[in-house]
Structures are given as C-alpha cells and as structure tokens.
C-alpha cells in the first residue's frame, strides 16, 4: 500500500538525514491521513494517489508561478525537489507518444466521432480498459493530433 510505502521512505530518510525527503513525505502522510479521516476509514491506494497528484498539481502551480515572477531560483530549485519526491510515489504514467500507440486500435473511432469531447471519451475508455495510467492533458493533445 502507497502509505506503508511512505512510512518506510520516511524511515529511510530519517537514517540518511535527507530533511527534504523526509518532510515532503511526512506532509503527504498527513494529508493522506487527513482525508481518510474525513471520510471515516482508509483510503484505497487509488484515493491516496489522487491525494498526492493534488500536492503535485499545487507545487506545480507554485513553480509556475515563481518562475513567472522571476522568482529565487532556490525556492524553485526547492519546490522541483519536492515535487519529485512526491512524483516518485506515483505510477509512471505514459508519455503523449506511448499513448498515441496506445490508441491505434481505436484511432478511426477517435477520428468518427462528432466532437473533440466524444473522442477523448473514446480515448480515455480504452485506456482505462486497457490499465494505462495517463494525464488527461496528453490524451487531448494526442486526440487533436490524431483528429486533424
């Protein structure tokens, strides 16, 4: 389970001294934590995921922001590190070229449907059927490109 996962990767840390590491994880055990406890039992790995996808997507966000006010390179340099940390918790997910392969079998589908939106669904079903993991955003790139 991704919580025992991170409870050993704490551990570890704490034996290299790897204070980044450490506390990036600590906090994500945290708020894993917290929302099992909002919903009043614990979380499948799937929701634990999508707890630390959210931490991704908000340091994400901090580092586009930084770097778009020309921000320290060190509290960028900080927050890329721990997002990292935080990625490596999670499944690779496939690269807009893998996923372009990935949909061969259904491209004509993709291609008949009536809109951009009916076609990613075409996509995204078949993925998921087939255990992909994917962002939503590289398959809609993917989808325009196959549609034009």
Known sequence: ML?????????QAMREKNTLERDVLRVALGDIQSEAA????ELSDGD???VV???????????DILDSRGGEDAAIDKARAERAVLESLLPQTLSPDQIEAALAPVA???KAAGNDGQ???IAMKHLKAT?????GKDVAAVVGKIRR
């Open 131 to 135: 255990g992909a993991q994917v962002d």
């Open 48 to 50: 634990a995921q999508k």
């Open 108 to 110: 004509d589908a993709v």
């Open 3 to 11: 919580i025992d996962e991170i409870q050993t990767r704490v551990k």
């Open 38 to 41: 909002r919903r009043g039992g």
């Open 53 to 63: 996808r959210k931490m991704v997507k908000s340091l994400q966000e901090t580092i």
């Open 119 to 121: 076609a990613t669904g």
